[in-house]
């Protein structure tokens, strides 16, 4: 209840500022509320047996850099997914729209995600080759690179179906590998529960980046009633800074060249100690 009320006031008040005014009673209310329930979220969190979010699991190095790659990775993916088709649809008398048809928007998505099928079946190699550190970096570099090329280059469809392209191989680079270092970095009896931790934090990130990308985009209107291409411009420049930091916090992930097998030196000092063996009597 905790999670969903902060997630509702942090959405509500980034969705609406554009309409309330930042500066609102409204919106500063709902910010305030925002930083009150997650504070009391985590601090729950910390207290109940079966957290939903394992606050001490958080602390390993292994868990909170993949954690916060993998927000910052979401932030980025469900945001340009949200946007790019919409991008597409705008009428070409906006002055940069393409007039695309639900359909031939939707196309402008295959090329990520076909890009980031295929790379999953290359990541095992890489990470036992140059190890997962240096693959999470160089995807979160390439989808980077990618948004500031939808940034900078938008004017033919050829240029997009490249930026996508590029995305989906950075998006393919850093989604399956965090899954390895995730396990890696706990002990065997919690996987699932950080691989699940894992999943949620991303779909966070993602949730927080629509909403952000639309407060962009809908800043400023032209007489028409379409977002300025200003707006398009900036969102997918911030999104490119959210995989920069993403790439930030990658450079302190473990360096583990075998997932399957390779346990952290912070897995391991989870792990139960084995009781001492009693005396027997007698």
Known sequence: VLL????????????QGNKWGWASVEVLGLLAAAAVLAAL???VETRVPV??????????RGVWTTNVVGAFVGFGMFASFGFLPQFLQTPSAAGYGFDATITESGHLLLPSAVASFVVGFLTARLIGRFGARLVIVTGTLI???AF????????T????????????LGSGLVFSSLAGVVIASVPREQTGVASGMNANIRTIGGSIGSAVMAGIVTARMNPAGFPEESGYTIGFAILAVG????AAA?????????????????????????PSPQPVNG
Not at 4 to 15: D, M, N, P, R, T
Not at 51 to 60: A, E, F, V
Not at 243 to 246: F, I, R, S, T
């Open 41 to 43: 979220w985590v601090r």
């Open 148 to 155: 500031a090329s939808m940034a900078l280059f938008h004017d």
């Open 4 to 15: 969903a009320g902060w997630l509702v006031a942090l959405l509500l008040a980034v969705s």
């Open 143 to 145: 989808s980077g690179a």
């Open 51 to 60: 957290p939903l979010i394992d606050m001490q699991m958080m602390r390993l």
């Open 157 to 168: 469809t050829a240029q997009l179906y490249a930026a996508t392209t590029a995305q989906g």
């Open 250 to 274: 990658a450079m302190r992930i473990p360096d583990i060249h075998d997932p399957a097998t390779e346990q952290t030196d912070d897995a391991v000092e989870l792990e139960p100690e084995a």
């Open 243 to 246: 995989m920069l930091v993403a």
